[in-house]
Every structure is written in C-alpha cells, then in structure tokens.
C-alpha cells in the first residue's frame, strides 16, 4: 500500500520562505523509473490546482506561471523524498498544499489535472500573512 506523507506548512510573513517535504512509501523499485510527483494546492471552494511536478528518473520539471521564479521543486532519491522550496512567498499562495505521485510517466506538466495521480497525501496547511 502506497502512503504519501507531506509536512513543512506553517504560517510565514509575506516575502518569507517555507519548504515542503513529502515522502511516497510503499512504491516499488520499478515505479521510481517511470515516476512522476507535484504538488498541487487548493484553497475552500476552488479546484485543486497544479503547482508543479517533476519526473523522478530524469529530473525534468514543471511549474504553473504563477510560480515560477519563486518555487523550486527537487528530489533527494537516496531519501525518496520531494521538496518544494518556496520563496517570496505572497498571500495569495495560502493554501492546503497536496503531494501527488503516479506511476508511468517519464515527464510531466504542471497543467495535469488532478486526475492524472493516483496516490495522494493528506496535505500540510501554508498561510502567508499580509
């Protein structure tokens, strides 16, 4: 049974950084070759939104305009963990951050639906004050 667990979230001044950490347990070996992982973020009465995702074999990553420049998505495979740094954070990113994994991808898009993973975290709360 695959498990995915996020933390990191916190309350952060505006201008401030925080980053997110999330660990997929249960995968096997062979899952990590055609891997895909993002995060993804929602906000009460709006749709979960990608934020960005990479490919864990190759490395290739993806971002949603509104955060590039500021978020930087990485993996440590030693540790089988993903990261999200984020900086300059606004308002405006205040959100349930959600990590996501699916198998069977050799890249991916920010632009995916939510849809398109299939193991999901249980999310970790970033409030951004003004």
């Known amino acids: 049974q695959v498990q995915v667990v996020e933390s990191g979230g916190g309350l952060v001044q505006a201008g401030g950084s925080l980053r997110l950490s999330c660990t997929a347990s249960?995968?096997?070996?062979?899952?990590?070759?055609?891997?895909?992982m993002g995060w993804f973020r929602q906000v009460p009465g709006k749709m979960r939104e990608g934020v960005s995702c990479?490919?864990?074999?190759?490395?290739?990553?993806s971002y949603v305009d509104s955060v590039k420049g500021r978020f930087t998505i990485s993996r440590d495979n030693a540790k089988n963990t993903l990261y999200l740094q984020m900086n300059s954070l606004k308002p405006e990113d205040t959100a349930m951050y959600y990590c996501?994994?699916?198998?069977?991808?050799?890249?991916?898009?920010?632009?995916?639906?939510?849809?398109?993973?299939?193991?999901w975290g249980q999310g970790t709360q970033v409030t951004v004050s003004s």
């Open positions: 249960g995968l096997l070996n062979n899952d990590y070759a055609m891997l895909a």
């Open positions: 996501a994994a699916v198998s069977g991808y050799a890249s991916c898009s920010a632009s995916w639906s939510a849809g398109v993973y299939r193991y």
């Open positions: 990479i490919s864990w074999r190759y490395g290739l990553t």
